[in-house]
């Protein structure tokens, strides 16, 4: 069977399935949103409401991410990013010569 060039590894059985699969899926969730959404607004017929779920429903991608790197990090990511801010400040100080020390192309 032979495919388009950007078609190809459609060619592999494993891709094909995995990629139909995520098709359909993709295709409910849509199908589900646009229903939700659609009949929020018949049984209310309010835009603000309306509204209001949509900024809910985007809550869990805004927070999961932050809240998971703050675990990931936990308290060592915020002195790792103390020490690089004090570095570029020493680093611009001495380029400027108001810190003494060598400034050049590989030194900090």
Known sequence: MRFAPGLAPLRHRDF?????????SQCGSWMEQTL????LYEITGSPVL???AGALRAIPIF??????GIVEDG?????????VRQDRVLH?????????????????
């Open 36 to 39: 939700t959404t659609w009949l």
């Open 75 to 83: 308290a060592q990511g915020f002195e790792v990013g103390v020490d």
């Open 50 to 52: 309306l509204g209001i």
């Open 16 to 24: 094909a399935l995995y990629f139909s699969g995520l098709t359909v």
């Open 92 to 108: 611009a100080l001495r380029r400027r010569g108001a810190v003494p020390g060598e400034y050049g192309p590989g030194l900090h």
């Open 63 to 68: 927070v999961v991410p932050g809240v998971a």
